[in-house]
């Protein structure tokens, strides 16, 4: 037996469940301030917030199970879709949205795992996502390492590769150090045997493409590189969307419609569903249509400048504190720091009791940067400089990253 909650036998006020709720969620993550490095991408414009609010409110009752019901749900979609395959280089109706970047990448693997029963291969650096794929799907999954650099290593790839190999995977970039994986040699070598090849541009996919037009150096990534058939791109991260918004794409029309569902020995009738959820919230479609059209490539390249100018003054600063680095040169804005000479545990602890939400992560502390850190970077770094000057042991706090309620 459990004490844990049980269903009131009478129900109580709304103004006082509010109340308790907003006194509930104060004790939460305080990422308006700043102090959040994932989880939430601060975009650091109200009048964006709002409207995403304004049109989540709209359609929260609304269900995109049946888009037929919703026109204008279908609508939204089909652009959100079509404006996406616009970015990343495909047909214009070869995608759709999912729910997210975990979504997307299992519709992906599942459109590989119903062509064949593959193995997917993967640089260690991938999101836990794909192992989860794997496992849901009973599939083999097989982990290559990545050199140096943090990138996955083209040699030890095409080494593992067997006959059963159905689908390898890239990173634009990995979560862990931000580095963008070579995807041409790697989708080269799924192309020389005609298997099928994903990048996860969860992370880079709404934000590498204005990167690319403010004249970075961006390693190619998408579906301009031969071989790459699908790629997830997470609107909810910087496309600067609430959460629940992700787009898987391929390279053809072809490959999507495996990824369909259709069952028609159901006595409800003919049931078709095009990713892993029946029922949906129409809200993350609307959210998202309503997000990219209020910024606009303006809004988005204007963003970028911001995260990208945040991000090098956060790496200077950083390489200039005595005994810290950045473990991997990243190609975008989020990276590792680390040190060889301190224990980069007791500076994460500093930083925690200044309030700073770090990641711990197998080799250091993880920054990710959101268009509002532009406004505390010097704090950030004035904190991080007293952080490796402790003299303090860590606490021992272990690298982590997600949970579970139980
Ligand atoms: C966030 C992320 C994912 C998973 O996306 P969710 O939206 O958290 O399910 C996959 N790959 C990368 C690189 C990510 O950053």
């Given at each position: 037996m459990t004490d844990g909650a049980r269903i009131p036998e009478h129900g109580s006020d709304a103004k006082?469940?509010?109340a308790l709720i907003e006194q509930r969620h104060a004790e939460d993550i305080d990422w308006r301030g700043g102090k959040a490095f994932s989880l939430v991408y601060n975009v650091d414009d109200h009048e964006h917030e709002?409207?995403?609010?304004?049109?989540?409110?709209?359609?929260i009752h609304d269900n995109a199970l049946n888009p037929f019901k919703y026109p204008s749900v279908l609508q939204m979609e089909l652009d959100v879709i079509s404006m996406a395959c616009q970015l990343?280089?495909?047909e214009p109706n070869a995608g759709s949205m999912s729910s997210g970047g975990t979504e997307s990448i299992?519709?992906?693997?599942?459109?590989?795992?119903?062509?064949?029963?593959?193995?997917?291969l993967t640089p260690s650096t991938a999101h836990p996502a794909f192992a989860k794929a794997a496992k849901y799907l009973d599939l083999e999954h097989i982990l290559i390492p990545v050199g140096p650099d943090g990138r996955a290593d083209v040699a030890a790839t095409e080494a593992a590769i067997t006959e059963r190999t159905g689908l390898i995977v890239g990173s634009a970039p990995c979560y862990p150090y931000g580095v963008i994986d070579d995807i041409p040699a790697l989708a080269g070598l799924a192309l020389e045997r005609d298997i099928l090849f994903h990048t996860d541009a969860c992370l880079g996919g709404w934000i590498l493409p204005w990167w690319e037009r403010l004249g970075e150096e961006v390693p190619p990534w998408d579906f301009r590189v031969p071989g790459v058939t699908s790629i997830s791109a997470d609107i909810h991260k910087y496309g600067y969307t609430f959460k629940g918004a992700s787009t898987v794409l391929y390279k053809s029309r072809d490959l999507l419609s495996h990824q369909?569902?259709?069952?028609?020995?159901?006595?409800g009738g003919l049931y078709a569903s095009g990713t892993a959820a029946g029922t949906r919230s129409a809200a993350p479609i609307a959210g998202a249509w309503a997000a990219i059209n209020h910024l606009g490539e303006d809004?988005?390249?204007?963003?970028t400048e911001i995260v990208r100018d945040t991000t090098r003054r956060m790496q200077a600063g950083i390489e200039g504190i005595d005994g810290l680095e950045i473990t991997h040169a990243p190609d975008l804005s989020l990276f590792e720091i680390g040190s060889s000479t301190l224990d980069i545990g007791a500076v994460g602890d500093v930083m925690d009791d200044r309030g700073w939400n770090l990641d711990r992560q197998q080799g250091g502390l993880h920054l990710m940067l959101s268009p509002y850190h532009a406004r505390i970077a010097d704090q950030f770094?004035?904190?991080?400089?007293?952080?490796?000057?402790t003299t303090e042991a860590s606490r021992g706090?272990?690298?982590?990253?997600?949970g579970l309620a139980t």
């Amino acid at each position: 037996m459990t004490d844990g909650a049980r269903i009131p036998e009478h129900g109580s006020d709304a103004k006082e469940l509010l109340a308790l709720i907003e006194q509930r969620h104060a004790e939460d993550i305080d990422w308006r301030g700043g102090k959040a490095f994932s989880l939430v991408y601060n975009v650091d414009d109200h009048e964006h917030e709002e409207l995403i609010e304004q049109v989540a409110l709209r359609y929260i009752h609304d269900n995109a199970l049946n888009p037929f019901k919703y026109p204008s749900v279908l609508q939204m979609e089909l652009d959100v879709i079509s404006m996406a395959c616009q970015l990343l280089g495909t047909e214009p109706n070869a995608g759709s949205m999912s729910s997210g970047g975990t979504e997307s990448i299992f519709l992906a693997v599942q459109v590989a795992r119903g062509i064949a029963e593959p193995q997917p291969l993967t640089p260690s650096t991938a999101h836990p996502a794909f192992a989860k794929a794997a496992k849901y799907l009973d599939l083999e999954h097989i982990l290559i390492p990545v050199g140096p650099d943090g990138r996955a290593d083209v040699a030890a790839t095409e080494a593992a590769i067997t006959e059963r190999t159905g689908l390898i995977v890239g990173s634009a970039p990995c979560y862990p150090y931000g580095v963008i994986d070579d995807i041409p040699a790697l989708a080269g070598l799924a192309l020389e045997r005609d298997i099928l090849f994903h990048t996860d541009a969860c992370l880079g996919g709404w934000i590498l493409p204005w990167w690319e037009r403010l004249g970075e150096e961006v390693p190619p990534w998408d579906f301009r590189v031969p071989g790459v058939t699908s790629i997830s791109a997470d609107i909810h991260k910087y496309g600067y969307t609430f959460k629940g918004a992700s787009t898987v794409l391929y390279k053809s029309r072809d490959l999507l419609s495996h990824q369909f569902f259709w069952y028609d020995d159901w006595p409800g009738g003919l049931y078709a569903s095009g990713t892993a959820a029946g029922t949906r919230s129409a809200a993350p479609i609307a959210g998202a249509w309503a997000a990219i059209n209020h910024l606009g490539e303006d809004g988005y390249l204007r963003l970028t400048e911001i995260v990208r100018d945040t991000t090098r003054r956060m790496q200077a600063g950083i390489e200039g504190i005595d005994g810290l680095e950045i473990t991997h040169a990243p190609d975008l804005s989020l990276f590792e720091i680390g040190s060889s000479t301190l224990d980069i545990g007791a500076v994460g602890d500093v930083m925690d009791d200044r309030g700073w939400n770090l990641d711990r992560q197998q080799g250091g502390l993880h920054l990710m940067l959101s268009p509002y850190h532009a406004r505390i970077a010097d704090q950030f770094l004035a904190d991080l400089a007293d952080g490796a000057a402790t003299t303090e042991a860590s606490r021992g706090r272990e690298a982590s990253y997600g949970g579970l309620a139980t």
